[in-house]
């Protein structure tokens, strides 16, 4: 592994302005570092399958059996022909059940008992099972230890996102991304909104000059409060923490990384660049449990001196909103499908097919079930698909934004590349989780009297 004081700023840059390589028909996308927008080249309109092609069976195991891990064995299911789970691990025996009964009143697929695979070693056992492919859906906490698993057994991935909650698992997921490149294994992430056709094709306006130059960006996420367990009599720490992970930072990385990372990550494909600095606010006043906050204000600043905004909030009864929205030297864009001038005049829409339109050519697969056609395709045509950077950038940006908003202080992406910040036990079981205290995190002094 390099050393971490050499691991630069541009380190993890390259190659992430595509969402998949070779299975969206997109040769012509720029591949470059600085960004820079080139008018003899156009990019050409994306090219996305509507099912993956057949071939050979392709069995995949799931690790991680929530309703994301189901959902995604659903997705992965309805992406093609010869399609098979086959494997499932969780912690929990509860949710290796409903898993597996969804399975069967769903897609009437049973996964026979020895086949369902239980405890923190489960993530082992599947891979261990027969498999050509994994499922990554456990709390984010876990993934770089699954991704560096399933690389050295040589399986396919798909990952969940973020990829890691602290930059010493993004690192670990750095190395392990390389080595899957080396091995030809595909690894695809769950950023969704790369290869989501409407999304696509409005960055495809804005990179060939629908705006012009890119100024700044300002991108929000505000929603309601998640799910919450609380603890039931008789619950280790470790089983409370574990059923609660979303509201434990350790686990979800807290909801900047683990779900605010969907936009971030639209930020970053846009201007394909990563930021010096994170300027970052946040507090808590609805959240119940855990030790997360729950809302989000960050200012990343970069190396050409352009500022962007990040919000993102997690309360119920407030006023909702998702955007991402970048201004142009020459207009505006909405990037789920408009662009405006600098009149604010609408000057293109995405040409969203109404329902029972005969002409389907613009009509937008369910991104969900569209990342697991593009893994496929790319495994059965040799087209190898790897946008392990793009994620590890997005999620690297959005820790150094929970650092700064945790801490007060400014801080810089050198600060955490080299960071030594792990988060969580290094060693797992059902009982005590000592130093992981429910406290929420408290920036500055107090003020003297």
Same mark, same amino acid.
């Given at each position: $592994? ?15 302005? $595509? ?33 993956? +092609? ?26 093609? +022909? ?84 602290? +930059? ?18 595909? $690894? ?52 409370? $923490? ?208």
């Amino acid at each position: $592994m390099e050393k971490k004081e050499d691991l630069s700023r541009r380190r993890f840059i390259s190659n992430t302005a $595509m969402a998949t390589i070779g299975t969206l028909g997109a040769s012509s996308l720029l591949n470059s570092c600085s960004g820079e927008k080139t008018k003899k080249a156009l990019i050409k309109p994306f090219e996305l399958l509507n099912q993956a +092609p057949d071939g050979k069976v392709l069995k995949a195991g799931l690790i991680g059996c929530g309703g994301r891990g189901t959902g995604a064995a659903v997705n992965f299911l309805d992406a093609g +022909p010869n399609l098979e789970i086959v494997a499932l691990g969780d912690v929990f025996q509860d949710r290796l059940d409903k898993c597996r009964a969804e399975l069967k009143a769903t897609k009437n697929v049973e996964i026979p008992d020895e086949k369902c695979f239980l405890g923190f070693d489960n993530y082992e056992k599947v891979i261990d099972s027969g498999v050509d492919i994994v499922l990554l859906c456990t709390p984010p906490h876990f993934r770089p230890a699954h991704i560096e698993a399933a690389v050295k057994a040589g399986k396919h991935i798909f990952m969940e996102k973020p990829v890691a909650v602290d +930059p010493v698992g993004a690192r670990s997921v750095m190395v392990s991304a390389e080595r899957a490149k080396q091995q030809n294994l595909s $690894m695809v992430s769950g950023t969704i909104r790369r290869v989501q056709k409407d999304f696509m094709e409005t960055w495809r306006q804005v990179a060939n000059g629908a705006i012009g130059d890119i100024v700044s960006a300002h991108i929000i996420r505000n929603g309601g409060s998640l799910w919450v367990i609380r603890r039931q009599p008789g619950m280790s720490d470790m089983e409370y $923490m574990l059923r609660n992970w979303a509201n434990f930072c350790w686990l979800s990385g807290d909801h900047i990384v683990e779900q605010f990372i969907h936009e971030v990550d639209v930020m970053n494909w846009y201007l394909n660049m990563i930021p010096v600095k994170a300027i970052g606010w946040g507090g808590r006043q609805r959240r119940v449990t855990g030790d997360q906050y729950d809302f989000f204000s960050i200012e990343y600043v970069y190396e050409n001196g352009m500022h962007t905004h990040c919000a993102a909030r997690q309360i119920t009864g407030c006023s909702n909103l998702t955007k991402q929205f970048f201004a142009g030297t020459e207009g505006y864009a909405n990037a789920k499908g408009t662009i405006y001038n600098l009149k604010g005049e609408e000057t293109w829409k995405y040409p969203m097919p109404e329902e029972g339109s005969e002409d389907q050519t613009w009509k937008v697969t369910d991104p969900y079930v569209q990342e697991h056609i593009n893994l496929v395709a790319g495994i059965r045509t040799g087209n190898i698909v790897n946008d392990s950077e793009a994620q590890i950038n997005s999620t690297l940006i959005t820790i150094m934004g929970r650092m700064s908003a945790y801490t007060g202080k400014d801080v810089t992406w050198e600060e955490v590349m080299n960071s030594d910040m792990y988060l969580g036990p290094k060693t797992y079981d059902f009982g005590p989780v000592p130093g992981i205290p429910e406290t929420i995190p408290v920036i500055g002094a107090e003020p003297k009297a």
